[in-house]
């Protein structure tokens, strides 16, 4: 059985600096450079449930990452899973 802890996010580049974490076959969230400020968005979607579509901020691609990251965990957590 996989834990959260060992939940894996593939990253896909697109267009224009932007990236796409997959999980499996499903998208679950995007990242992208935004050039004026010199930081980066992140935004998950289609998995946690919230229909949340505002952009959170970090300062560095891994930084949106791991936030990336630390969000689709925690939803797993919220639906029960260890």
Not at 4 to 27: K, S
Not at 55 to 60: D, E, G, L, S
Request: charged share 15%; with cysteine.
């Amino acid at each position: 059985m996989v834990t959260v802890a060992e939940i894996r996010l593939t990253w896909l580049p697109l267009q224009n600096g932007t990236v796409c974490a997959m999980l499996g076959i499903h998208e679950v969230a995007f990242v992208m450079k935004r050039q004026a400020m010199s930081d980066w968005a992140w935004r998950i979607s289609h998995c946690n449930g919230t229909g949340e579509t505002g952009f959170r901020y970090a300062p560095t691609l891994e930084g949106a990452k791991a936030e990336v990251l630390a969000g689709i965990q925690e939803w797993f957590r919220q639906a029960g899973f260890q």
